[in-house]
């Protein structure tokens, strides 16, 4: 056995380009830009938990752009037909469709050949329109849904680039504005803690027109109102469009001092408005923006130079975010605000002291447990491991990844499971040297027979981060993320790495053996121990059974403390400049008359947490409620800051509790398909019915201790079914070997010796993930205590589970068959001599 020179030259490229992208993450701004051109400078860019910001998700409105989609459809068709001399009776709309009656029957054939042209092509034979025939003198025009998509779709791009520009107005640096899925635009404003002006930029459409006034209870006149009330009957035909519009500013009236904004038209607008007001002097004029009326004043007299100025009572903030949404000019459709969170700059510093804090702290348990453990040979699997946490960083850097608090938490997890395969490989290294093997043989088989196993642990994990990924939105799947890179670096680092150092440390050496010894005979489990652990089946069994059953009745009685992730409404955490008076603060916003308004103290006498049910009415609703809360907090304590906001909606908290579901549920099912494949169907069954009493466990758990279940809650489940699953491969792994080996003994004997070969394996991967996992369940806070703290709870119960549930289940299912197959040798019919 020799290192490659080729092979060795290769992995110090790669840690050193690994080191090298890594580094700006630990730099000053000041000192990256005196690096040289050719050195990498980009950093992991932090999410807005940990750099404080906004976030909103917005949709197009699907029932708006389907009634502004009619009401253009039934213009251009009154239009069309006018030009054509076609009389009509009347124009109905109904869902989706428009329908004409015609005054004469006989002109049906000719409204249908002048109403062709509206009809859009989307390619593929595919159309935006359909027009037919309903009845002797009815003309139907009906949007497809090919035609309502394909318009959806191109609302958002429109809408992509309009937002672009009103964000440009706010002023804020590094806005990320980007479509997710087919109808929501996401938005992330790092540094912008209240949101409201911009929910005010972003929610408005900003469809401004400019109508003359007519008769009311006329067919072409629709009645408007302004802000105060007043109601105006507004002619539907438009005699200019805002899309005339070439710039407006947010000023003062000289006469009056109140805030205005002036506006102008492009060249042509400013000829149509010079025509309109000339025809129309000594009548009124109405102002539209997004079907309310901002003004009507009375045309005195011809307005030549273009430019005009709207007047409604506005304060300078309304002024100014009127000018900036006529500027960037109107959105193709409503967009409504479904999903909004703000987190304070200083909060979220504050969480990456504590990130930072619990990383330094899980990595030294886990470096000093491992040293101890294998004592210079720790050392090795020490160094794999600083490896890991560097490669993993560099390879955020690389992808451009957003490094979020549950980022840090999977990175940080990741520390204690990455020494998973350094403990497998140097377990396997032991035994083989207790065979009496050389060092260069002991390692290469060690290796060897640890492989497999760590492919398939690794395999187990990988699902689940997968599914994580796939179905987990915003911070969660950055843990996703950190997950997946941490578990693929750490077959490079632990496997491929350590085997190079310790052959070359073997061969530089010359050893005869390999000694892996703990430090201080330290061991949790001593060599050739021999448990009959099968023989107390029965108990685990019922134990875990009992525990599982009063998970359940936990479920249902207290219950879950659903975050709102999954229940939607709103959630404030609040910083007073005082102790906060609790029982005050709870009148002041009942009497906001939002529903029920929990309180709570947490972290300290002047942090409260505010939780607001979900108000009725769909998403707008919560936007009010919101607006309500901050102004009363602000009215109970000038000196009050809100450090954390956030509101979802109804729609995205169903969506995220049945993601959250299907992701569990899946990710169970796609683990038990692996390990069908690699195994057999009894182990298959064994694991998954284990995976079920470990996941109510951990829910009971949950009930029990009144943690949030959210999505963060959700990320914790995914992982321990993923570690949970990666436990019981490891065991398994050995069982396998060991029915090949001895094939004549009986089925306990088997599982007990394989229980007893892994029970060192299984206990000491168990404490490095509790190592890593204490400090963040410890010192985390309140933002990961639905992950780190669960995660305790669930490593413990994977790893008895693995013993008294699993095996067992493998054994009655293993004698089950084996007794089947005896009565059908039997029952076969004795040949004949």
């Not at 005979?521 to 060599?527: A, H």
């Amino acid at each position: 056995m020799k290192n490659s020179r080729y092979l060795v030259a290769t992995y110090i490229a790669i840690i050193l380009a690994g080191i090298l992208l890594a580094l700006p993450n630990l730099l000053p701004s000041a000192t990256l830009e005196r690096l040289p051109a050719f050195m990498p400078s980009s950093q992991v860019a932090l999410g807005l938990d940990l750099r404080g910001g906004s976030h909103l998700v917005l949709e197009v409105d699907g029932a708006d752009l389907q009634k502004e989609r009619l009401r253009t459809l039934t213009e251009d068709a009154r239009r069309t037909l006018r030009e054509a001399s076609i009389a009509w009776s009347h124009f109905d709309t109904a869902q989706r469709e428009v329908r004409i009656t015609l005054r004469d029957a006989q002109q049906l054939g000719r409204a249908k050949d002048a109403l062709a042209p509206l009809i859009s092509a989307l390619g593929n034979g595919r159309h935006d329109l359909a027009v037919r025939e309903s009845g002797p003198a009815t003309v139907v025009l009906e949007l497809t849904e090919e035609g309502l998509l394909a318009a959806t779709s191109s609302a958002v791009e429109q809408s992509l680039e309009i937002i672009r520009q009103r964000v440009d107005q706010v002023g804020v640096a590094e806005p990320t504005i980007q479509r997710v899925g087919s109808n929501r635009i996401l938005v992330q404003l790092p540094g912008l803690q209240d949101p409201s002006q911009l929910r005010a930029l972003l929610g408005s459409t900003a469809k401004m027109s400019f109508h003359m006034l007519g008769d009311a209870g006329s067919a072409e006149v629709r009645t408007l109102n302004d802000e105060q009330g007043a109601s105006y009957p507004v002619l539907r035909s438009v005699a200019l469009s805002g899309d005339r519009l070439s710039d407006a500013s947010a000023g003062f009236d000289a006469q009056t001092n109140e805030p205005v904004v002036n506006f102008r038209f492009d060249s042509a607008g400013g000829r149509m408005f010079a025509d309109i007001t000339r025809a129309n002097v000594g009548k009124p004029f109405a102002i539209v923006l997004d079907d309310k009326v901002l003004s009507a004043p009375v045309i005195r007299e011809a307005i030549t130079g273009g430019s005009g100025q709207i007047s409604g009572n506005f304060s300078v903030q309304e002024a100014a975010t009127l000018s900036a949404l006529l500027r960037a000019g109107a959105l193709p459709a409503k967009l409504t605000v479904i999903e909004e969170r703000s987190v304070g700059a200083d909060l979220g510093a504050d969480v990456i002291q504590k990130g930072v804090y619990a990383g330094i702290a899980a990595f030294a348990l886990v470096f000093l447990f491992m040293f101890a453990l294998y004592g210079t040979w720790g050392l090795v699997a020490n160094l794999a491991l600083a490896l890991n946490v560097v490669l993993t960083l560099a390879g955020l850097s690389l992808i451009g990844a957003t490094l979020t608090l549950p980022g840090i938490a999977g990175i940080v997890l990741g520390i204690g499971l990455a020494v998973d395969a350094n403990v497998l490989i140097n377990e396997r290294i032991r035994e083989e040297t207790a065979k009496g093997r050389p060092a260069l043989t002991a390692i290469d088989t060690g290796f060897r027979k640890a492989y497999a196993t760590i492919m398939d642990s690794n395999v187990t994990a990988l699902i689940a981060t997968v599914l994580l990924f796939w179905f987990g939105s915003g911070p969660v799947r950055g843990f996703a993320v950190t997950m997946a890179i941490g578990l693929l670096i750490s077959m490079f680092t632990a496997v491929s790495i350590v085997k190079v150092v310790m052959i070359a440390v073997a061969r530089r050496w010359r050893l005869k053996t390999i000694n892996i010894r703990p430090l201080f005979g330290f061991r949790l489990v001593k060599d050739g121990t021999k448990v009959d652990f099968m023989k107390a089946r029965f108990l685990g069994l019922a134990v875990s059974l009992l525990l599982s059953a009063a998970s359940v009745a936990l479920f249902f009685k207290p219950g879950l403390d659903y975050g709102i992730d999954f229940r939607g409404g709103i959630q404030l955490e609040v910083k007073t400049s005082a102790p906060a008076d609790l029982a005050a603060m709870r009148t002041q916003l009942s009497q906001l008359g939002l529903g029920e308004v929990a309180l709570q103290e947490f972290g300290g006498s002047n942090q409260v947490l505010i939780r607001v049910e979900r108000q009725a009415g769909g998403e707008e609703p919560q936007t009010r409620a919101v607006a309500q809360l901050r102004s009363a907090i602000a009215d109970m304590d000038a000196g009050a800051s809100i450090e954390r906001a956030d509101v979802v909606g109804p729609k995205v908290s169903g969506e995220l509790a049945m993601a959250g579901i299907l992701s569990v549920v899946l990710a169970s099912i796609a683990m038990l398909i692996y390990i069908w494949i690699r195994f057999e169907w009894p182990f298959a069954v064994g694991a998954i019915v284990t995976l079920v009493l470990d996941v109510t466990k951990t829910v009971g758990f949950f009930a029990l201790m009144g943690l949030d279940f959210n999505l963060t809650a959700i990320a914790a489940l995914l992982t321990l079914v993923g570690y949970s699953v990666n436990d019981k491969v490891v065991v398994y792994d050995r069982m396998r070997e060991n029915l090949r080996l001895h094939r004549n003994l009986p089925l306990r004997q088997v599982i007990n010796m394989s229980i007893n070969e892994t029970l060192a394996r299984s206990l000491y991967t168990s404490a490095t993930a509790l190592l890593a996992m204490l400090p963040l369940a410890i010192w985390g806070g309140s933002a990961v205590e639905s992950f780190a703290v669960p995660m305790v709870f669930g490593i413990v119960v994977a790893a008895t589970s693995s013993v008294f549930i699993a095996a067992p289940i493998l054994l009655f299912l293993g004698d089950w068959r084996q007794r089947r197959n005896v009565q059908r040798q039997e029952a076969l019919p004795v040949p004949a001599v």
